[in-house]
């Protein structure tokens, strides 16, 4: 009795703050209930394992799969090991930081509404359009490495790659517009098939490092002696070699920018925390599964994938070209003379890169919806059909996606390049500005009497180190991500543009916004920590109720371990 009146109560108080809250909203910002507006409604048709798997889903991608070729021909696979381990770590600060914020007051804008609550408006507005280029470029890009893909089984010389990208544009487009239940089962499959097939692919290249393919030959670390772990840098566009301690060291940075767009993707379940049941208890447990699935799906790949390919494998190298069968997974299943199998994994393959530009077109179509409720877009891209889907900004990705047919006159690899430079830039900033806005809050918490260990339900650990150095660490490559574009007697003004576009364009709507708007960079005795937590508290309170309740009936009707209870157990940290 005492826990349905606690329950009843923090019902109320739900109802009652809620109802001012929008109601203060709604005056500050007269845009901002556009959302319950007939035809401009969202349909709520995603569970929670539709919300899990889609981030997953959109971690695992081509800059693992494919882009990972690449840097291994680059820098050789010791290189990449500690590339996709300093970045892997700095990914892991991002998802704390941004997971102890979101613990603390949910919100439903994302961390663009973090920026601005924390912040500064001025950084949310840069941070947020950021965020929206990032998926503008993204499902072109997912396109383009489709038609490598493809280009496996049927050569560019065949069969001209944009009748590739026409197919794919075509399915992707489909999807979003048969309404989000539709979407949201087709993800969940495909994204459950990544995680199986990377799982696979890790244990198959364990199988052959140790002789257990076909050919029994059993390579361990034979390719980090000979040819070794670290390749010497070089650019045959440019006839450039740099040998020695130097030439290694300046081709480990080459490939930070590839590392980083690997893990591009992982920050998205930011996204997802507001729509969270228990929001206190499952974003901790999303943080967690972030730190497992760094290690396993990124760095045991990297590892197994360095001790069965060679840097200078004829095959790795050849794939640099516009015939390349893109990915090194199959080009060390195919010198482990394993039949009927590269096809396979590159059918797998092609269904992940379908998967990634699915759902990198619905988060844009969703990112200038949320831009356009909020006013910081034209109204237009927040209309909806009947089935609650964004028409108008899934049109606007459409338009974006015949990027893609820039591979019908260029080479597959170098426009694939283009487009990882510059996609990996906006992911860097918006991590940035992740990080950047934990400070402000850790400053605002000691400035206002917050201890962090006693009244925070999630800290990130490492702090407040961890956040200074991660950032520190983007900015750094930031800046020097496409350093390579200065070495040797030509400067390719293409991968300079391409590289550094958008940090000028961030830092001219950052500045915009302030000078326009006249916005100040909030002072941490400033900052709102009080508004809309304790709704939070009841949210928290009254679900807690619910699922003691909800475990005193299965115990009481002798069923403790119910279909919930298993999926936790032994499925939940994976699916």
Known sequence: MLDLEK???????????TDEYNLYVAKS??????ADHEGHQLKKGLHARHVTMIAIGGALGTGLLIGTGSALAKAGPGSILISYSAIGFVVYMVMCALGEVATFIPLA???AGYCNRYVDPALGFACGYVYLFKYLVLPANQLVAGSLVMQYWVSRDTLNPGVWITIFLLIIVAVNILGIKFF????FWLSSLKVVTCLGLILLLFIIALGGGPTHDRLGFRYWKNPGAFKSYADSTKDLHIEGAKGRFVAFVSVLVTAVFAYLGTELCGITFAEC???RKAIPKAIKLTFYRIVVFYLLSILFLGMCVAYNDPLLVSAKGSTAAASPFVIAIKNANIPALPHIINGCILLFVLSAANSDMYICSRTIYGLAVAGYAPKFF???NKMGVPYFGVGLSFLFCLLGYMTVSSGSSTVFTYFVNVVSLTGLIAWACILFLHIRFMMACKAQGIDRKRDLVYRSPLQPYGSYIAFSLCVLVIFIKNFTVFLGDSFTYKDFITGYIVLPVFVIMYISFKVYHKTKMFKPEEVDLVTYRDVIDAEEERFAAEYEERKAVREASGNPKDKEWYYETFLGWLF
Request: aromatic content about 4%.
């Open 382 to 384: 927040s209309r909806t």
């Open 7 to 17: 329950s009843n109560d923090a019902q109320s108080m739900i109802s009652r703050h």
């Open 109 to 111: 804008d994302g961390f």
């Open 184 to 187: 949201g089962e087709i993800e």
């Open 277 to 279: 049941e228990r929001p």
């Open 29 to 34: 910002t007269p845009s901002a209930n556009l």
